[in-house]
């Protein structure tokens, strides 16, 4: 599941005909997945899709407060680049 999570960001910057479908799944990872890694790998991916994840933030706001520190990290990084539009 974690690099499954880290494939779609990358599958997810070529395709953006699957781009909201992709950021739905990755936002639902992140809020439901119980493997800290596999939570971190999805808000990654998310922050590498950029400023077209901009319906992820929710997620990624929430992740703030996830339990996991570099979690949290990875969490604020992709908050950052989808709310500056940077990849």
Request: charged content about 25%; cysteine-free.
């Amino acid at each position: 599941r974690k690099e499954a999570a880290w494939a779609l960001g990358q599958i997810g910057t070529a395709a953006p005909a699957t781009m909201p479908g992709l950021i739905d799944a990755l936002a639902g990872v992140l809020q439901r997945d119980t493997h800290d890694g596999v939570r971190g790998n999805a808000a990654k991916a998310i922050g590498r899709i950029g400023a077209r994840a901009e319906s992820a933030l929710p997620a990624l706001k929430q992740a703030l407060s996830d339990a996991n520190t570099v979690v949290r990290r990875i969490a604020k990084r992709s908050v950052r680049h989808v709310e500056k539009g940077k990849p």
